[in-house]
């Protein structure tokens, strides 16, 4: 795996699907603050942070993830992480973050959660 960060775009059913790869930390959180601002999300969307390629998250990183958290909530969407790994979901749950992140473990799990949701 790659340390470089990368972040991808599509749009999947339920709204974008940020992808970030590499190492989320000082340098490169700008690059994820990019991306989150360049969104154009609507309301009932399901925004999507597909962690699954991500290799190192520091305390700036995190806090990426909070920012698009609140873009979200700001524009009355939603907005769940895919594919935590293991370190971060454990810094998550020692910092009380678990409890304001949803969790899905595959992109096709968040979508079919939100698609049950709406019916």
């Given at each position: 795996?790659?340390?470089?960060?990368?972040?991808?775009?599509?749009?999947?059913?339920?709204g974008?699907?940020?992808?970030?790869?590499?190492?989320?930390?000082?340098?490169?959180?700008?690059?994820?603050?990019?991306?989150?601002?360049?969104?154009?999300?609507?309301?009932?969307?399901?925004?999507?942070?597909?962690?699954?390629?991500?290799?190192?998250?520091?305390?700036?990183?995190?806090?990426?993830?909070?920012?698009?958290?609140?873009?979200?909530?700001?524009a009355?969407?939603?907005?769940?992480?895919?594919?935590?790994?293991?370190?971060?979901?454990?810094?998550?749950?020692?910092?009380?973050?678990?409890?304001?992140?949803?969790?899905?473990?595959?992109?096709?799990?968040?979508?079919?959660?939100?698609?049950?949701?709406?019916?």
């Amino acid at each position: 795996m790659s340390t470089d960060f990368t972040v991808t775009q599509h749009t999947g059913p339920a709204g974008p699907v940020l992808t970030f790869t590499g190492e989320l930390d000082a340098a490169s959180s700008p690059t994820a603050f990019e991306a989150i601002r360049g969104l154009e999300l609507v309301a009932a969307q399901l925004l999507l942070l597909d962690l699954t390629e991500l290799g190192f998250c520091d305390s700036s990183g995190i806090t990426a993830l909070l920012a698009a958290h609140n873009c979200a909530e700001d524009a009355d969407a939603a907005m769940a992480l895919v594919g935590v790994p293991d370190q971060l979901a454990r810094i998550f749950s020692l910092i009380g973050l678990d409890g304001i992140f949803t969790v899905y473990p595959t992109v096709e799990d968040a979508h079919n959660a939100w698609t049950a949701d709406r019916s």
